[in-house]
C-alpha cells in the first residue's frame, strides 16, 4: 500500500525543509563552488582525541554506556564548566551526554512543554530552533533583533514578548547565525526579566569557546539563574567533532532527570567510541582549541574589513564563525542574492531570510575555511555586488 499524504502527521507536513541545506544542496551539484554556506570547522578533529576513539575500539568498547553517557566524561564535562564557565554541576545527577547539541535542544523542549507552552525565539535564529518548539507541542514566539543593536536581544523587546503562558527563553550566545556575543551586562538584564516572571532559560552554548575578543559568559553563571537554566554545548564546534556528533546537558537535577527519561527510550545513549573521543578532547584538546580561535580571528578580521570595503554593511562579530553583512543597498532579497551570486560567481552563502524575518536584508557567511577561500570568495562576491 502506497503511502499517502493522509498518514503523515500536520505538524510534520507544514514544516518548511532547511533553508541552509537548500543552497548546500545546489552548492553541491556544482563544480567550482566556494562555499560559505554550511557552518562546520574546516580543522579536523585533534589527533590525541581521534586516537582515543580507534583506541576504545581496538579495546572493545562497543557496547551502550549509561544512557546518560560514560561516568568518567561527565566528570570531565563538570570540570571543564566549572573550570571555564564558572558553574558546578553534579556529574552523576546533573548532566546527561546527547546526540549533538541539536538532539540536547529537542530534548530540554519535550521535557518542559505542554501543549500551547510558549517559547520565546530569539531571531535572527538557528533553523531548527522554531520547528523543534513546535514538534514538542510549543508555541514559538519570535523577537526580532537589529543590525543597529548588533543583534543584541533588547530587554524591552524580550519583555513585550512574555505573556502568562510563556514558559521558557531559547537563547543563543555566541550566535548563530550573527555572531553576535551577549556579555555580562546583557545577560544580567536579561536574566532579572526570566527571573521575574519565573522563566527557565534553554542555553545553546555551543560556540563557548569562540568568543574572541571577551571571554564568555554562560548565564547559568549568574545570580539565581544555575537552578533556572538548562545549559546546553558539546563538542562540535570549539573541538572540530562536528561528525562525531556529541553534545552535553547540564541542568538541575529534576530537569535532567525529565530530559535523561525522553533519551532513554529515543537515543538509549551516545556512541560510545565518540564519548572516549571527547573524553580525550577535553583533557588534551584546549590548545588545539585556542589554535583554531586564533585563526578564525585572524579571518573573522580580514573579512569583516573586507565586506565594508565592498560596500556591504558588517559588524564585528563577537563569536562564532558567521559574518552577517546586509545587502541592503543591492536592492535584491536576500534570496535573490544567494541564489545570483551562486549562479553567477559560483559562491554559496546562506540567505537571512531562512533565519527568521529579522534576517531579511542580510546573507551569512561562514569563515571557516581557508584564508585563500575566503580572499577569491571575497573577490567574487565584490564582484558581484559591483554590477
Known amino acids: 500500500m502506497p503511502v499517502t499524504k493522509s498518514y503523515i502527521a500536520k505538524s510534520v507536513e507544514t514544516m518548511r525543509p532547511s533553508g541552509i541545506r537548500k543552497f548546500f544542496d545546489l552548492a553541491a551539484g556544482m563544480e567550482g563552488v566556494i562555499s560559505l554556506g554550511v557552518g562546520e570547522p574546516d580543522f579536523v578533529t585533534s589527533w590525541s582525541a581521534r586516537e582515543a576513539a580507534i583506541l576504545s575500539l581496538e579495546r572493545g568498547h562497543t557496547s551502550y554506556t549509561a544512557n546518560a553517557g560514560l561516568l568518567e566524561l ?11 564557565f564558572y558553574v558546578p554541576y553534579n556529574p552523576k545527577e546533573e ?58 536581544l533588547q530587554p524591552e523587546a524580550l519583555e513585550q514578548a512574555i505573556t502568562p503562558k510563556t514558559k521558557a527563553l531559547l537563547l543563543c550566545s555566541p550566535n548563530n547565525p550573527t555572531g553576535a556575543q551577549l556579555g555580562r551586562e546583557d545577560l544580567q538584564a536579561i536574566a532579572a526579566i526570566v527571573k521575574q516572571h519565573d522563566l527557565l532559560v534553554i542555553a545553546d552554548e555551543i560556540y563557548a569557546e569562540l568568543a574572541y575578543d571577551v571571554p564568555h559568559t554562560s548565564i547559568a553563571s549568574l545570580d539565581g539563574m544555575r537552578e533556572r537554566t538548562i545549559l546546553i554545548n558539546g563538542f562540535s564546534k570549539g573541538f572540530a567533532m562536528t561528525g562525531w556528533r556529541l553534545g552535553f546537558i547540564c541542568a538541575p537535577g529534576e530537569l535532567a532527570e525529565a530530559m535523561l527519561k525522553i533519551h532513554q527510550y529515543a537515543m538509549m545513549c551516545a556512541s560510545t567510541p565518540a564519548q572516549y573521543a571527547a573524553l580525550e578532547a577535553l583533557k588534551t584538546g584546549m590548545s588545539d582549541v585556542e589554535e583554531m580561535k586564533k585563526d578564525y580571528r585572524r579571518r573573522r578580521n580580514y573579512i569583516v574589513q573586507s565586506f565594508n570595503e565592498i560596500g556591504l554593511e558588517c559588524h564585528l562579530p563577537g563569536g562564532a564563525f558567521y559574518v552577517f553583512p546586509s545587502i541592503r543597498n543591492t536592492g535584491l532579497t536576500s534570496e535573490e542574492f544567494a541564489e545570483s551570486l551562486l549562479r553567477e560567481e559560483k559562491v554559496a552563502v546562506v540567505p537571512g531570510s531562512v533565519f527568521g524575518k529579522g534576517g531579511e536584508g542580510f546573507i ?13 570568495a571575497v573577490k567574487r562576491i565584490g564582484r558581484f555586488a559591483g554590477k
Open 364 to 376: 551569512r557567511c561562514s569563515y571557516a575555511s581557508s584564508m585563500e577561500q575566503l580572499q577569491e
Open 95 to 152: 548532566i546527561i551526554v546527547t546526540v549533538g547539541a541539536s538532539q540536547a535542544i529537542d530534548l530540554a523542549l519535550r521535557a518542559i512543554l505542554d501543549p500551547g507552552d510558549e517559547v520565546i525565539v530569539v531571531e535572527p535564529c538557528f533553523v531548527s530552533y522554531t520547528p523543534l518548539v513546535e514538534l514538542a507541542g510549543g508555541k514559538a514566539v519570535t523577537v526580532e533583533t537589529t543590525g543597529e543593536q548588533q543583534f543584541k
Open 74 to 84: 561527565r566528570e570531565e564535562i563538570a570540570r571543564y564548566v566549572s573550570g571555564r
